[in-house]
Structures are given as C-alpha cells and as structure tokens.
C-alpha cells in the first residue's frame, strides 16, 4: 500500500444509491400487487361479460319467438356492450401495470450498474504497488488532491530496468536490434546486467 485517498464521498454517494436501490425495490413490490389486483379485476370483467354475453344470446332467440320484450332485449344488449368496455378497461390497466413494473425494473438495473461503479471506485482508493522497486520523486502530502490520470508516486520497478545510451554511429551498426547486450554501472563495474536492444532512434 502507497497511499490511500479520502473514501468519504464516494461511501457516502454509494450509501445514498443503496437507499434508492431499496426504495426501487419497494416499488417493484407495489408493483406486483397492482398487477394482481389488477389481473383480479380483469378476470372479474371477463366473467361478467361471458355472463352477458350468454343472457344476450338466450334472449335473442325468446325476442324473435315474441316471449320477450324488445326493451330487455335492448337492455341485455347494452349490458354486453357495458361489460365489454369494462373488460377493455381492465385489460389496458393490466398492461399499464406491466409496462409501469418493466420501468421500475430497468430503473432497478440502472442503480445496480451506478453501485458497481461506486464500488469499483472505493476499491481504487487503496494505492497499491503494481510490482516490487524503489519509491522516487514521492512528492505527495497528506491532504493533497488527487487529479485523475496525473501520476502522484513514482516507482522504480525492480525487475524491469530500462536503459537509455548515446553511442556514435559507428558503434551503432554492430548492435541490432533483439541482440544480447551486457550491461554494468560505474558503481559496481563487475557486475553484469544481461539486457536486449530493443531500438535505435536518431538523434
């Protein structure tokens, strides 16, 4: 662990998109319950209209053979046409229902992918070292701001050293690049470090 940065704000807004979460999740429950009611309503229409339905068609046949006034005819026929529409109605309040329930589920998936990246967020609070090495130009303190994808720390990385030289160029025509070179610094002159020429730029 190098440093760590303030995790207050970020805690506070994932506190703050967990309680939406778990008024979403209240909702969607309110939701069910209106899609029941409202199936229960449209299952009632639905045998009050096959009801009027049946006595229309049982008073047609009694009309026509005179045993039946022309006004209860009329009557069991607006009737039928009554308990259409209300089965109508509750067909388009069920659907309504459903559609409300889908929103509320897709607002739902919305703050779950909000929290992920909070989350995700919080975890990188913790600078961690991303290999072994050495500290240098460490000019972070305590209460400095951190400024996303401006470096704070530098780290030496101890096993992978990159060396940058000046040769002339008639020492630069024997070393091509992928070849071997060995590699030893003034401090510790018998000590070789094995390398490879990676590339050769002018100037």
Excluded at 10 to 38: C, P, Y
Excluded at 127 to 147: E, H, N, S, Y
Aim: no cysteine; glycine share 4%; charged share 25%.
């Amino acid at each position: 662990l190098l440093a760590t940065i303030d995790p207050t704000p970020l805690q506070l807004s994932l506190n703050e998109k967990q309680a939406k979460r778990t008024e979403a999740e209240a909702q969607l429950a309110v939701d069910r319950d209106f899609i029941a009611a409202a199936r229960a309503k449209r299952d009632d229409a639905a045998a009050k209209e096959h009801l009027a339905s049946d006595n229309l068609a049982r008073a047609k046949p009694i009309t026509a053979e005179g045993f039946l006034s022309r006004q209860a005819l009329d009557t069991a026929t607006a009737k039928e046409q009554e308990a259409k529409a209300e089965l109508a109605d509750a067909e388009t309040a069920v659907a309504t229902a459903q559609q409300t329930l889908t929103l509320h589920q897709a607002t739902v998936a919305s703050i779950d992918a909000e929290i992920a990246y909070l989350q995700w967020q919080l975890e990188q609070t913790r600078l961690l070292a991303p290999a072994d090495g050495t500290i240098t130009q460490l000019m972070l303190r305590v209460g400095d701001q951190a400024v996303e994808n401006k470096p704070l720390i530098g780290l030496v990385d101890a096993h992978a050293w990159r060396i940058y030289a000046n040769y002339k160029e008639t020492v630069i025509r024997h070393m091509p690049v992928g070849h071997t070179a060995w590699v030893w610094l003034d401090a510790y002159p018998w000590r070789f470090h094995r390398a490879v020429i990676q590339g050769i730029a002018r100037g």
